[in-house]
């Protein structure tokens, strides 16, 4: 059985910075790519941000480039997303996604980020 955790959510003014952390655990084959999605009310889930996970490759939506950073945490199978700049567009839903190499996806719960004043 997999899990996948993410936490760092909360309620941030414009212009502030908040820090997301996934970590999957328990029965996970070898993940190729780890990411970040978001889902506004009313809207379908976005890509975020991805980074492979043996050779760190990044890719960003154009709406967070510039602004969000993606990285492997220090723990195997974890993940980080550091948003500065937020902007009340970026309120949704953020998930973490485990993509491994056997083609399996693995999702978190998400957690909730608000950019209000």
């Known amino acids: 059985q997999v899990q996948v955790v993410e936490s760092g959510g909360g309620l941030v003014q414009p212009g502030g910075s908040l820090r997301l952390s996934c970590a999957a655990s328990?029965?996970?084959?070898?993940?190729?790519?780890m990411g970040w999605y978001r889902q506004a009310p009313g809207k379908q889930r976005e890509l975020v941000a991805t980074?492979?996970?043996?050779?760190?490759?990044?890719n960003y939506a154009d709406s967070v480039k510039g602004r969000f950073t993606i990285s492997r945490g220090n723990a195997k199978n974890t993940v980080d997303l550091q948003m500065n700049s937020l902007k009340p567009e970026d309120t949704a839903v953020y998930y973490c996604?485990?993509?491994?190499?056997?083609?399996?996806?693995?999702w978190g719960q998400g957690t909730q980020v608000t950019v209000s004043s």
């Open positions: 980074i492979t996970s043996s050779s760190g490759i990044t």
């Open positions: 996604n485990m993509f491994a190499h056997s083609g399996y996806d693995y």
């Open positions: 328990g029965s996970i084959r070898s993940i190729y790519a």
